[in-house]
T-cell receptor
């Protein structure tokens, strides 16, 4: 059984650029959630996708967007990057929206 | 406002010195409380889910308990490999059910 995998592991972008982060969910999972974790803080919920539809969104601006594909993998897109977007981006998958969530290793994004 | 507070922020123990980490929460309609372990630069690793007051779960040297206002993670005879940040999160009924609300974590250091 494969776990949650994220790519890339590290990324450096320039302010104003756009970035796409990818997540492959654990086998059998149909739900993917994305979180942002700043240094020294707990993860903050960005949004969740369930069966290819957005199923809830946290307090993040519209320049944070996402997709879920028929195989339940997912993408997080961030437009017009700002310095404060520098963080560890975490993807979690589960059997459904209310089931236990299992996290990937994260993507470390640095905006310069 | 929904809130999760973890204490202490940091805890240093000698190997074999048992202790407890605290997670207090204020949410309207708790569906579940989650404990995760996070190593530096890695994604959170799932430990336990607790659903109702009085519930207890154990895994190796860890035991998690839940009351109506807080949860404790008891660590018995810790080893250096237990050093990590321990995150507590709550999930509530209604709204965006996928939203885990995290505390800032307790950073545990176990010295040999």
């Amino acid at each position: 059984e494969t776990g949650v995998t994220q790519s890339p592991t590290h990324l450096i972008k320039t302010r104003g650029q756009q970035v796409t982060l990818r997540c492959s969910s654990q086998s059998g999972h149909n739900t993917v959630s994305w979180y942002q974790q700043a240094l020294g803080q707990g993860p903050q919920f960005i949004f969740q996708y369930y069966r290819e539809e957005e199923n809830g969104r946290g307090n993040f601006p519209p320049r944070f967007s996402g997709l879920q594909f028929p195989n339940y993998s997912s993408e997080l897109n961030v437009n017009a990057l700002e310095l404060d977007d520098s963080a560890l981006y975490l993807c979690a998958s589960s059997f459904g929206p209310t089931f236990d969530a299992f996290f990937g290793q994260g993507t470390r994004l640095t905006v310069v | 406002e929904d809130q999760v507070t973890q204490s202490p922020e940091a805890l240093r123990l000698q190997e074999g010195e048992s202790s407890s980490l605290n997670c207090s929460y204020t949410v309207s309609g708790l569906r579940g409380l989650f404990w995760y372990r996070q190593d530096p630069g890695k994604g959170p690793e799932f430990l336990f889910t607790l659903y109702s007051a009085g519930e207890e779960k154990e895994k190796e040297r860890l035991k998690a308990t839940l009351t109506k206002k807080e949860s404790f993670l008891h660590i018995t005879a810790p080893k250096p490999e237990d050093s990590a940040t321990y995150l507590c999160a709550v999930q509530k009924y209604g709204g965006s059910q996928g939203n885990l609300i995290f505390g800032k974590g307790t950073k545990l250091s176990v010295k040999p």
